[in-house]
């Protein structure tokens, strides 16, 4: 009942749209209804995420971006393959963002009852991103953080600190290990969140070069590079 927000295409057959009337829908690519509305959020929803959202967009092509194979029934077979470890037993989950300054983890094709409701950010969260193996959630907030939460049970994990303007949007590297953060402060900031080293201090590098506000960024699917667009009019590609 007012604007849509963000719209995904599912693996299981659904498409998920987020509106500003506070909901989430799902809809069967079938028959074209609405199955289920996910209620909760007490503003409008920005941003929403799949688990499954990486393995779709990159199908046949492994982290390095290369293609599996030049066999079309094996690109299947290993896209097919891919999709099921990562969506592994809990299903396709999805995670939802919202100007009421929380996050929601939801599995929507079983309920439309949160798995849980994560709350720490002290203003509107603009993006949420699951990694590309679906274990964490990384989200942007205009409260200048970045979080990053259990992508299975939505706790919050570590929140880095270091920009000194609102943070627009956030992305992974292909090996979940990284995320790159696009600010209002004109920068971009790379994280480690290779929880298997020790550090304290996450932030690895500053990418300046913009002149005003960076409103987006992508990372490359092969990991070498990083294109960001900005206020100034500009797009860079940097190589991390």
Known sequence: SDAVTNVKWGGEGYIYSSSRDRTIRVWNTADLTCV?????????????????DYVLKFGPFNEQGELCSEELEEQ????????????D????????ASDDFTLFLWNPCVSDKPVHRMTGHVNLVNQVVFSPD???????SFDKSIRVWDGLTGKMIVRLLGH???????????????IASASKDSTIKLWNLNFDTDKKNRLIIDLPGHADEVYTLDWS???????SGSKDRMLRIHQP
């Open 164 to 178: 000194v303007e609102s943070v627009y949007q956030v992305c992974w590297s292909a090996d979940s290990k990284m």
């Open 76 to 87: 299947v077979a290993f896209a097919a393959k891919q999709y099921e470890e990562c969506k």
């Open 221 to 227: 699917h092969n990991g070498q590079y990083l294109v």
């Open 89 to 96: 037993v809990r299903g396709e989950l999805l995670v939802s």
């Open 36 to 52: 289920r509305i996910l209620q909760g959020h007490a503003h409008w929803v920005n941003h929403i995420s799949l688990s499954t």
């Open 134 to 140: 679906g274990r964490l959630i990384a989200s942007a």
